[in-house]
């Protein structure tokens, strides 16, 4: 089980939007619409911003908007925020009733 | 409110048998749709899903480490423990357990709304 690819870095200025893209395969992220969006600040646990492509969780403000298109899962930041600046994980369930995480991607405001 | 905390040995030898307990409370793993699982991140390194156990003690397990790991529950305790057999220092990293985040209703989401603050494991003789 390979982890899902995602850009090692992402940067936007305050204010602007970024996209982040989590790219799978058939037999996960494009056959399942289980796929979940985290953000780690450092030296913290995780944090649950996305579930089932494009749901929020309570308490998770509505600049995060998570999509997918074939294969490929995104997360969008709007009115990027200093607190933004984090890593961003995807995960999506898979075929074989596992999880895979992707590889990770830092989000810099600059 | 919903905590879990994971505990277990800092340190373990090359070969050794790892054993770590997430203990949680704000929920029961006897109620239908409950499920606890345990995720690790080795150091400055991405997050890797390990085993996950539901309330009707159904059990899933990385295909990549399926051999190695054990995952299981007491009820009672309100504790789910993971082992992993014959560590290697690859194996260094932070594990956390986290509760999954369960559908209104029945069944449940593969996603985790409530994490650990984690435990550092080194694998080092």
């Known amino acids: 089980q390979s982890a899902l690819t995602q850009p090692a870095s992402v940067s936007g200025s305050p204010g602007q939007s970024i996209t982040i893209s989590c790219t799978g395969a058939?037999?996960?992220?494009?056959?399942?619409?289980?796929g979940s969006w985290y953000q780690q600040h450092p030296g913290k646990a995780p944090t649950l911003m996305i579930f089932d492509v494009n749901n929020r969780p309570s308490g998770v403000p509505d600049r995060f908007s998570g999509s997918k298109s074939g294969n490929t899962a995104f997360l969008t930041i709007s009115g990027l925020q200093a607190e933004d600046e984090a890593d961003y994980y995807c995960s999506s369930y898979s075929s074989t009733s596992t999880l895979v995480f992707g590889a990770g991607t830092k989000v810099t405001v600059l | 409110q919903v905590t879990l905390r994971e505990s277990g040995p800092a340190l373990v030898k090359p070969t050794q048998t790892l054993t770590l307990t997430c203990t949680f409370s704000g929920f029961s793993l006897s109620t239908s749709g409950m499920c606890v699982s345990w995720i690790r991140q080795p150091p400055g390194k991405a997050l890797e899903w390990l085993a996950f156990?539901?309330?009707?003690?159904?059990?899933y397990y990385s295909t990549s480490l399926k051999t190695r790991l054990t995952i299981s529950k007491d009820t009672s305790r309100n504790q789910v423990v993971l082992t992993m057999t014959k560590m290697d220092p690859v194996d260094t990293a932070t594990y956390y357990c986290?509760?999954?985040?369960?559908?209104?209703?029945?069944?449940?989401?593969?996603?985790?709304?409530?994490w650990g603050q984690g435990t550092m494991v080194t694998v080092s003789s």
């Open positions: 986290a509760r999954v985040l369960r559908r209104r209703g029945s069944g449940y989401y593969w996603a985790f709304d409530i």
């Open positions: 156990i539901d309330w009707d003690d159904d059990k």
């Open positions: 058939s037999s996960d992220v494009g056959g399942f619409n289980y």
